[in-house]
């Protein structure tokens, strides 16, 4: 990619390591410089490749992997709703009294901004780094190919065998949710989402699976914007899915952001709620629970998600083995009055 350095053919790069002993650049990294936190099978492969391809590190590149701090890195998409801010403030209960301090970046869901943070921040060699999902661009993943440290990943869940991670599946919330309302009745159910990033395209294909199911499945009724998301835009949906599809009865919003401005403009239209059209949401972020209706939604424990996550990579960071590597959290379908 033109992002990456050019670098003289005859040169084994790490890059080449990891695709010859079929693991990705992150595995490779730390088999060669932290063995013991990879499986013998793993760590053998990528010792044949380096002695099969002669790799040899670059002096200069362990040197700066030498030099640590007390500094955590945390790359998160947003601090525009409460979601990401309860996770933010559960890490730093964690982290600051053991002596870290955190240098936070927003990426606003670009996958560039991601890996721009990425590059200035493990320039500064932190101790740690905490990550939103898996999903990076080619050259994000080759700048964490060459960070040694530990790596533990948000929001989402991997059954790999070197990552950490602490979080939930998205596509079973998506799909519960959907389901729930199935089960009160509702047949003719729309999906509206914002922003697209990869946990919001995970709800929806949850959406569909569970629609598919029950043989209901219209992609008509989907409605999928890479706006980013608010009250206001989700009133501007609901408007757009009345006028296209009449019949509709629920919607399911991929956020309460949404759900809540749907609720203000159903008010506005003098549209019954649930009678009419039934809604729902996701997150259960505080307002839910006090709107009139009460807002239906999934409720997801981001706090206990930073928490957990902070002291897995307190665990890591201190040289000891947490016990678990994938923590999977759960969430909670919460049917009250708008659905």
């Known amino acids: 990619m033109s992002s990456r350095r050019r670098r003289s053919p005859e040169r084994a790069t790490l890059s080449d390591v990891a695709k010859s002993a079929g693991c990705s650049l992150m595995s490779a990294s730390r088999a060669l410089s932290q063995p013991e936190?990879?499986?013998?099978?793993?760590?053998?492969?990528?010792?044949?490749?380096?002695?099969?391809?002669?790799?040899?590190?670059?002096?200069?590149?362990?040197?700066?992997?030498?030099?640590?701090?007390n500094l955590v890195a945390?790359?998160?998409?947003?601090?525009?709703?409460?979601?990401?801010?309860?996770?933010?403030?559960?890490?730093?209960?964690?982290?600051?009294?053991?002596g870290y301090e955190l240098m936070i970046g927003v990426s606003h869901y670009r996958p560039e901004e991601d890996e721009r943070l990425l590059r200035a921040y493990l320039a500064h060699q932190p101790a740690g780094l905490l990550v939103t999902g898996f999903e990076r661009s080619d050259a994000a993943?080759?700048?964490?190919?060459?960070?040694?440290?530990?790596?533990?990943?948000?929001?989402?869940?991997?059954?790999a065998e070197e990552d950490y991670c602490v979080g939930f599946s998205q596509f079973d919330a998506g799909a519960q949710m959907t389901r729930h309302l199935l089960?009160?009745?509702?047949?003719?159910?729309?999906?509206?989402?914002a922003q697209l990033d990869p946990r919001?395209?995970?709800?929806?294909?949850?959406?569909?699976?569970?629609?598919?199911?029950?043989?209901?499945h219209e992609p008509a009724l989907e409605l999928l914007t890479p706006a980013v998301s608010s009250i206001g835009l989700g009133a501007e949906l609901l408007d757009?899915?009345?006028?296209?599809?009449?019949?509709?009865?629920?919607?399911?919003?991929?956020?309460?952001?949404?759900?809540?401005?749907?609720?203000?403009?159903?008010?506005?239209?003098?549209?019954?709620?649930?009678?009419?059209?039934?809604?729902a949401g996701f997150n259960d972020l505080p307002a839910a629970a006090w709107m009139h209706p009460a807002l239906t939604t999934v409720r997801t424990?981001?706090?206990?998600?930073?928490?957990?996550?902070?002291?897995?990579?307190?665990?890591?960071?201190?040289?000891?083995q947490p016990p678990q590597r994938r923590i999977d959290v759960g969430f909670e379908v919460v049917m009250r009055d708008s659905a």
């Open 141 to 159: 993943r080759e700048v964490l190919g060459s960070y040694d440290s530990p790596i533990v990943t948000l929001m989402e869940l991997s059954d």
């Open 301 to 320: 424990t981001r706090g206990r998600i930073g928490e957990l996550a902070g002291q897995m990579l307190l665990s890591l960071m201190r040289g000891e």
């Open 183 to 193: 089960q009160r009745g509702y047949r003719h159910i729309a999906f509206a989402a």
């Open 74 to 98: 945390v790359i998160i998409p947003s601090l525009s709703n409460a979601v990401f801010v309860d996770t933010v403030e559960a890490i730093q209960r964690v982290l600051m009294p053991a």
């Open 37 to 69: 936190r990879v499986s013998d099978a793993l760590r053998e492969r990528v010792m044949e490749a380096v002695r099969a391809l002669g790799y040899v590190p670059h002096p200069a590149a362990r040197s700066l992997a030498s030099a640590r701090s």
């Open 200 to 216: 919001t395209l995970q709800r929806a294909e949850g959406y569909r699976q569970a629609m598919r199911e029950a043989g209901r």
């Open 240 to 279: 757009q899915l009345l006028a296209r599809h009449p019949e509709i009865d629920a919607v399911f919003f991929n956020n309460d952001d949404l759900a809540l401005g749907a609720l203000f403009r159903a008010r506005q239209l003098a549209l019954e709620v649930p009678q009419r059209l039934a809604i």
